[in-house]
C-alpha cells in the first residue's frame, strides 16, 4: 500500500491505478482506496468510482456502516447534483481526518461552504490528500470572499505538493493575492512558480503571463503589465485557452495609457470571447470606462445590455447604481432616480442613494440630499470612492444650509480630508468649510 500512497502523492495516478487493481483481487482494503483514488478526478470518473465502492461493498461485510465509505459515497451523490439534505443523511460522524476531507468536498459541491470550512481537517492526511486539503480550504475561502485567507492557504498546499500541482497551487494563491489586493505577494508567488517547473505549456503560460499583468496593473506599471499582458495573449493563440479576461485587462492597460482606441478594440475581443455569464462582466467594465471618460451614452448602452441579459451576476446591483449614474450624467432625473431605487434594493445601498442625493441636490431639494448623503456614507466602506463622495457632499450641503450643525461639518471633514490629495478640487472647497465652520465654533464658545 506505501507505493500506492507515494504514486498519488507524486501524481501519478495511472501507476496508483495499477496497482491498486492488482491489489483489489487480494486485499480487500485496497478496494475502498480504489473507489477514494476514482473520486479524486471528480464527474469525469463518476462510474467507475460507484463500480469500486459496490466491489468494496459486497466483498466487505458492513462497510455500509464505514463512515469513510459512507462519506464517498455522498461526494458522488453530491457530484451527481443530488440535494444538500440527502447527502448529509448518507454521512457518519467521525473524527477521522479523511472522512471528514470527502464530507467537506461533498458540501462544497452543493455550495455549503461555511459547512464544508467547518468539518475540513488541517492534519492528519496521508500525502496525497493533505495538499487538497488545503488547496480545498482555499478554493472555499474564495467563495466566501475571504481572499487573503484563500492565499495563504494555497501557499501551504503549494509547499505540500509536487510537481504540477504545486505549480498550479501557486498561481492559485497569486490570483488570491491580487483580489485581496497584494500585488507585491503575488509577484513574490509568481517568481517561485516560475522557477518550480522545467517546461511550462501555453496555457499555463498565458495563465502566469497575465496574472504578472494583473499584479504590474496593480502596482501602477502599465508598460510592464502591457508587456506580459501581450505575453499572454500570444501564448493563448499558441495554443492556451482564448479566455475573455485577458482582452479586458489588456483593454484597461491600454486605458491607462490613453491609448483609447486600441483598448476599444480590445474590449470589442473581450466580448466576442465571452460567454454566457461572462458577458456580464465584461459589458460592466466597458460600461465603467465609459463612464471615467465622460462617455455616458456609452456607459448606458453596455449597462443597459448587460441588466438585459438577466444574468446571475453577483455585481448586479452595483452595475443598477452605475446605469443610474450614467442617466444622472445625461440629466434624466427620474430614470436616473428609478435605477438608484432598484441598486438600493439589490443591495447596492451606497451608490444608489448616493445617485438620489445628486438628484435632489440639483434640483435644490437640500434637506432630502443631505438625508441621502448621509444614508450612502454610513452604508459605504469608509475610503471607499462612495464613501469618499457621500462626506465630502454631506460637508457641501450642510455649508448650503447656512452651515448648520458646525460640528458635524468639522468632524466629517477632517476624516475624509486625509483621503484626498491636496490637487483634487474637492480639497481647497472641505479646506474652505472646514475653517469656517471652526470659526462658527470658536465664536460660539467665546459667547
Same mark, same amino acid.
Given at each position: 500500500?506505501?507505493?500506492?500512497?507515494?504514486?498519488?502523492?507524486?501524481?501519478?495516478?495511472?501507476?496508483?491505478?495499477?496497482?491498486?487493481?492488482?491489489?483489489?483481487?487480494?486485499?480487500?482494503?485496497?478496494?475502498?482506496l480504489?473507489?477514494?483514488?476514482?473520486?479524486?478526478?471528480?464527474?469525469?470518473?463518476?462510474?467507475?468510482?460507484?463500480?469500486?465502492?459496490?466491489?468494496?461493498?459486497s466483498?466487505?461485510?458492513?462497510?455500509?456502516?464505514?463512515?469513510l465509505?459512507?462519506?464517498?459515497?455522498?461526494?458522488?451523490?453530491?457530484?451527481?447534483? +443530488?440535494?444538500?439534505? &440527502?447527502?448529509?443523511?448518507?454521512?457518519l460522524?467521525?473524527?477521522d481526518?479523511?472522512?471528514?476531507?470527502?464530507?467537506?468536498?461533498?458540501?462544497?459541491?452543493?455550495?455549503?461552504? &461555511?459547512?464544508?470550512?467547518?468539518l475540513?481537517?488541517?492534519?492528519?492526511?496521508?500525502?496525497?490528500?493533505? %495538499?487538497?486539503?488545503?488547496?480545498?480550504?482555499?478554493r472555499?475561502?474564495?467563495?466566501?470572499? +475571504?481572499?487573503r485567507?484563500?492565499?495563504?492557504?494555497?501557499?501551504?498546499?503549494?509547499?505540500?505538493?509536487?510537481?504540477?500541482?504545486?505549480? %498550479?497551487?501557486?498561481?492559485?494563491?497569486?490570483?488570491?493575492?491580487l483580489? =485581496?489586493g497584494?500585488?507585491e505577494?503575488?509577484?513574490?508567488?509568481?517568481?517561485?512558480?516560475?522557477?518550480s517547473?522545467?517546461?511550462?505549456g501555453?496555457?499555463?503560460g498565458?495563465? +502566469?503571463n497575465?496574472?504578472?499583468?494583473?499584479?504590474?496593473?496593480?502596482?501602477?506599471?502599465?508598460q510592464?503589465?502591457?508587456?506580459?499582458?501581450?505575453?499572454?495573449?500570444?501564448?493563448?493563440?499558441?495554443?492556451?485557452?482564448?479566455?475573455?479576461?485577458?482582452?479586458?485587462?489588456? =483593454?484597461?492597460?491600454?486605458?491607462?495609457?490613453?491609448?483609447?482606441?486600441?483598448?476599444?478594440? =480590445?474590449?470589442?475581443? =473581450?466580448l +466576442?470571447?465571452?460567454?454566457? &455569464?461572462?458577458?456580464?462582466?465584461?459589458l460592466?467594465e466597458?460600461?465603467?470606462?465609459?463612464l471615467?471618460?465622460?462617455?455616458?451614452?456609452?456607459?448606458?448602452?453596455?449597462?443597459?445590455?448587460?441588466?438585459?441579459?438577466?444574468?446571475?451576476?453577483?455585481?448586479?446591483?452595483?452595475?443598477?447604481?452605475?446605469?443610474?449614474e450614467?442617466?444622472?450624467?445625461?440629466?434624466?432625473?427620474?430614470e436616473?432616480?428609478?435605477?438608484?431605487?432598484?441598486?438600493?434594493?439589490?443591495?447596492?445601498?451606497?451608490?444608489?442613494e448616493?445617485?438620489?442625493?445628486?438628484v435632489?441636490?440639483?434640483?435644490?431639494?437640500?434637506?432630502?440630499?443631505?438625508?441621502?448623503?448621509?444614508?450612502?456614507?454610513?452604508?459605504?466602506?469608509?475610503?471607499?470612492?462612495? %464613501?469618499?463622495g457621500?462626506?465630502?457632499?454631506?460637508?457641501?450641503t450642510?455649508?448650503?444650509?447656512?452651515?448648520?450643525?458646525?460640528?458635524?461639518?468639522?468632524?466629517?471633514?477632517?476624516?475624509?480630508?486625509?483621503?484626498?490629495?491636496?490637487?483634487?478640487? %474637492?480639497?481647497?472647497?472641505?479646506?474652505?468649510h472646514?475653517?469656517?465652520?471652526?470659526?462658527?465654533?470658536?465664536?460660539?464658545?467665546?459667547?
Open positions: 500500500m506505501e507505493r500506492v500512497l507515494r504514486a498519488l502523492h507524486e501524481g501519478d495516478y495511472d501507476t496508483a491505478l495499477e496497482l491498486l487493481h492488482r491489489q483489489s483481487l487480494y486485499k480487500k482494503e485496497a478496494l475502498l480504489l473507489a477514494e483514488v476514482y473520486s479524486l478526478y471528480g464527474s469525469e470518473a463518476l462510474e467507475e468510482a460507484y463500480r469500486a465502492l459496490e466491489e468494496a461493498q466483498e466487505v461485510p458492513g462497510l455500509e456502516v464505514n463512515p465509505y459512507r462519506a464517498l459515497l455522498g461526494e458522488l451523490l453530491a457530484l451527481e447534483g +443530488r440535494s444538500l439534505e &440527502e447527502v448529509r443523511g448518507v454521512f460522524r467521525s473524527e481526518p479523511r472522512v471528514r476531507y470527502h464530507q467537506a468536498l461533498a458540501l462544497f459541491y452543493l455550495g455549503a461552504y &461555511e459547512e464544508a470550512l467547518a475540513l481537517p488541517t492534519g492528519g492526511l496521508p500525502a496525497f490528500l493533505a %495538499w487538497r486539503a488545503w488547496s480545498l480550504r482555499g472555499i475561502l474564495e467563495r466566501l470572499y +475571504r481572499h485567507e484563500a492565499a495563504l492557504a494555497h501557499r501551504e498546499a503549494a509547499r505540500l505538493a509536487l510537481g504540477l500541482e504545486r505549480y %498550479w497551487s501557486l498561481l492559485d494563491a497569486a490570483a488570491m493575492h483580489e =485581496a497584494e500585488p505577494e503575488a509577484l513574490e508567488v509568481l517568481e517561485e512558480a516560475g522557477r517547473v522545467e517546461l511550462e501555453p496555457e499555463d498565458a495563465t +502566469r497575465y496574472l504578472l499583468a494583473r499584479a504590474h496593473h496593480l502596482l501602477g506599471n502599465p510592464q503589465a502591457l508587456a506580459y499582458v501581450e505575453e499572454a495573449l500570444r501564448l493563448e493563440a499558441e495554443g492556451g485557452h482564448p479566455a475573455y479576461g485577458t482582452p479586458l485587462l489588456q =483593454a484597461q492597460i491600454l486605458l491607462s495609457l490613453g491609448r483609447k482606441e486600441e483598448a476599444q478594440a =480590445a474590449f470589442r475581443e =473581450a +466576442r470571447r465571452a460567454e454566457g &455569464e461572462e458577458r456580464a462582466q465584461v460592466h466597458i460600461g465603467v470606462a465609459a471615467d471618460q465622460g462617455e455616458y451614452v456609452e456607459a448606458e448602452q453596455a449597462l443597459s445590455e448587460l441588466i438585459r441579459l438577466e444574468a446571475d451576476y453577483p455585481y448586479l446591483a452595483q452595475a443598477y447604481g452605475d446605469l443610474a450614467a442617466l444622472y450624467r445625461q440629466g434624466r432625473y427620474q436616473a432616480e428609478a435605477m438608484a431605487e432598484e441598486a438600493i434594493r439589490l443591495g447596492a445601498a451606497s451608490t444608489g448616493l445617485i438620489l442625493g445628486h435632489a441636490y440639483d434640483l435644490m431639494h437640500l434637506e432630502e440630499a443631505l438625508e441621502h448623503y448621509r444614508k450612502a456614507a454610513e452604508a459605504a466602506q469608509e475610503g471607499s470612492r462612495d %464613501w469618499v457621500a462626506m465630502e457632499m454631506v460637508v457641501d450642510l455649508a448650503q444650509l447656512g452651515y448648520r450643525n458646525p460640528e458635524e461639518m468639522v468632524e466629517r471633514a477632517e476624516r475624509v480630508l486625509p483621503h484626498l490629495s491636496p490637487s483634487d478640487e %474637492w480639497y481647497p472647497v472641505l479646506q474652505g472646514l475653517e469656517r465652520a471652526r470659526g462658527l465654533l470658536s465664536r460660539r464658545d467665546l459667547n
